[in-house]
T-cell receptor
Framework: GNSVTQMEGPVTLSEEAFLTINCTYT??????LFWYVQYPGEGLQLLLK?????DKGSNKGFEATYRKETTSFHLEKGSVQVSDSAVYFC????????????FGKGTMLLVSP | SAVISQKPSRDICQRGTSLTIQCQVD?????MFWYRQQPGQSLTLIAT?????????ESGFVIDKFPISRPNLTFSTLTVSNLSPEDSSIYLC??????????FGPGTRLLVL
């Protein structure tokens, strides 16, 4: 089956620190990969995505590269801000028909001033 | 991008009652999904609701407990029936076209006493 594994949280960082949130996946086919972010009290927002191997998704200073050889899609940011405090979800979706998202468990990020 | 609204945004209900959640989208969409997010947990897909067909439920979710309507391409309802404290969760509506970005509503926060 399809599954997504994320690093356990919370991840606690000081402002301007470097962020990495690990994500690995297993899939029965060829997936697209996504990072969604959930700010406190809100729904999910798409942060970035990559649809094929070696693609790099980027948005708001966040980046993630689709690594087929390691089945990974790690999220990185060079300098986090307090406003980045949120829960981050890695997800996959098979590139076929009416497929839906499979989510990881989410990783909470807490950034202190 | 699709703009999704949900009503109510939150509710407190007594056990044994039911709650109907509405999801409205600002454009016609093919696929609508309902997810549950239990406290501190990831998202679990309840069902997929495509207009003109019966909702498709995921393992562990049944129509008697979670009846869904999809009367047109911009609207859906999810009812959570015979409420128990274990139903306390955030319920999220999501929409997508096949193989396109999946968007999420702000969620409905349900507390069952």
């Amino acid at each position: 089956g399809n599954s997504v594994t994320q690093m356990e949280g919370p991840v606690t960082l000081s402002e301007e620190a470097f962020l990495t949130i690990n994500c690995t996946y297993t899939a029965t086919g060829y997936p697209s990969l996504f990072w969604y972010v959930q700010y406190p009290g809100e729904g999910l927002q798409l942060l970035l995505k990559a649809t094929k191997a070696d693609d790099k998704g980027s948005n708001k200073g966040f980046e993630a590269t689709y690594r087929k050889e390691t089945t990974s899609f790690h999220l990185e940011k060079g300098s986090v801000q307090v406003s980045d405090s949120a829960v981050y979800f890695c997800a996959l979706r098979l590139n076929s028909g009416y497929s839906t998202l499979t989510f990881g468990k989410g990783t909470m990020l807490l950034v202190s001033p | 991008s699709a703009v999704i609204s949900q009503k109510p945004s939150r509710d407190i209900c007594q056990r044994g009652t039911s709650l109907t959640i509405q999801c409205q989208v600002d454009s016609q969409v093919t696929m609508m999904f309902w997810y549950r997010q239990q406290p501190g947990q990831s998202l679990t897909l309840i069902a997929t609701a495509n207009q003109g067909s019966e909702a498709t439920y995921e393992s562990g979710f049944v129509i008697d407990k979670f009846p869904i309507s999809r009367p047109n391409l911009t609207f859906s309802t999810l009812t959570v029936s015979n409420l128990s404290p274990e139903d306390s969760s955030i319920y999220l509506c999501s929409v997508s076209e096949p193989q396109e970005t999946q968007y999420f509503g702000p969620g409905t926060r349900l507390l069952v006493l």
